[in-house]
């Protein structure tokens, strides 16, 4: 039977802008016998409530229409509930959605998601705010912010503000206590894994698994020219801790203080600046359902 699935959309998420995706999928619920909604988001923090009521009226699965952000939102707001997460990826990374191995296209991923597995998956929280893919300090934080302010999506867009952003960006001193583990040293890019990629396939922590009940921290502690590239490649392959060009901890907890207030993000989004980070992993605290 299909579960009953509520659609959280964000209208202005990817290709969604150019499709009429409510059409499309009624085209696929409405051949089955599923009992389905489609509510679209007005606003940022939106699809926090608009998740939190579906759970509260019983639907089985809740599933994210947009990118990470989207499915950020969304999974925020089932948290501590019996809803599962769906995923219909329509954004630009699609972190989450890869790691999970759902289809990127529309079609697919609408039949999949009508015949789910359901497991359940670990949740980071830096700060407060939950993440389910990636959370991060320094250099990826920084880009995620001058992205937000691009004006344009995509790919493409966040490859020219990347190549623009590391002529002009500074690390700042941090010292991380990992589980116990002390050090002090430059801070390029902090980046606590829980999922394998930033997304497009770009892979901080390659090993990392959504249900070890670990975080996978990657340390940049300073990025030239030479190690820029060698760390791109390596992202690309999905061979970063091999390659030697960044160091790897396993932890299920970790603070950090820094010299300087430094830029912060999670699971892609630009939160701001501050100074003292608590990091910390809720073990399978969310459902989901792929």
Not at 11 to 37: C, M, N, Q, W
Not at 131 to 153: K, M, N
Not at 204 to 209: C, E, Q, T, V
Not at 252 to 277: K, M, N, S
Request: glycine share 10%.
């Amino acid at each position: 039977m299909v579960p009953r699935t509520c659609f959280i959309l964000n209208p202005t998420a990817g290709p969604s802008r150019r499709r009429d995706v409510p059409a499309l999928i009624a085209r696929h619920f409405g051949t089955l016998v599923a009992d389905y909604e489609v509510r679209l988001t007005e606003c940022a923090g939106h699809a926090v409530e608009l998740a939190r009521a579906a759970a509260a009226e019983g639907f089985e699965v809740v599933a994210a229409v947009g990118g990470d952000g989207t499915v950020n939102e969304v999974g925020r707001g089932l948290l501590g509930t019996a809803a599962a997460l769906g995923i219909v990826p329509q954004g630009s990374g699609n972190g989450l959605a890869r790691h999970l191995g759902v289809p990127l296209s529309l079609a697919p991923a609408l039949r999949r998601l009508a015949a789910p597995t359901f497991s359940r998956m670990d949740v980071g929280v830096m700060n407060d705010h939950p993440f389910f893919c990636t959370a991060g300090l320094g250099f990826d934080a920084h880009v995620s912010q001058h992205f937000a302010q691009a004006g344009s999506r995509g790919l493409s867009t966040y490859l020219r503000v990347t190549l623009r952003e590391y002529r002009r960006y500074r690390p700042v001193r941090v010292r991380i206590d990992l589980n116990g583990q002390v050090e002090e040293t430059d801070c390029y890019v902090l980046a606590f894994a829980n999922a394998s990629q930033y997304g497009n396939n770009a892979y901080i922590a390659p090993l990392a698994d959504l249900r070890d009940g670990l975080l996978d921290v990657c340390l940049i502690d300073a990025l030239p020219a030479g190690r820029a590239f060698r760390v791109s490649l390596a992202m690309a392959l999905g061979n970063l801790p091999q390659s030697k060009a960044a160091e790897y901890f396993r932890v299920p907890r970790g603070r950090v203080l820094a010299e300087a207030p430094i830029g912060f993000h999670v699971d892609g989004d630009y939160l701001g600046h501050a100074t003292e980070f608590v990091v910390e992993l809720l073990p399978l605290a969310l459902a989901v359902a792929v």
